[in-house]
Structures are given as C-alpha cells and as structure tokens.
C-alpha cells in the first residue's frame, strides 16, 4: 500500500491484498462521513498519477464510487447532504 490506497503490484500476498482492500473501504467510509470536501477532491483529481492535497489519488476512486452508491440509498442522512453539498454528484457525473 502506497499514501494509504492500495496500488496492485506484483509479489503482493493475496491475504495482505485483501486487508488492504479492508482497510481502505473502511478509511473512506469514516471520510465520506467526516470530510465530504476530500472526497469531491479525488472525484476531480486528473490521471492515476496525480495527487490531492491529502495525498489521494484516482486509485482512491473505486472505493468513492462504491460507497456513494450505499450512500445514496439513503438520502435524509446527513452524510448524504453533506456529500451532495460539498458537490459529489456535479463532479461523480464528471466522471461517468
């Protein structure tokens, strides 16, 4: 794991992989909930290559894009407000 996404590489232990995997849907369900500004920041962010400010990367994406969805069967929350507000879908249909 490289800046705290998971990057595939070769020689990479298929369980650490999946603990990875774990550990970073988890950290980006905590920031979807608690930094919605972050999260539209790798929605924006151009090529795999480059970084955010918080050192996030459109490695980062998938796991966004998978937890917006849950996200968004819930639309009264808060979380959700504050995602909608902070510009999630402007920029997630940027991305589509």
Known sequence: MQGGRLIPQEG???????DQHVECVARWKLLLKTDPERVVRVLTSTGWGTETIDGDTAWDAPYIIELLEEASLEPQTTTWKNLVNAGSLLHFANVL
């Open 12 to 18: 990479v232990d298929r369980q650490e992989y999946i």
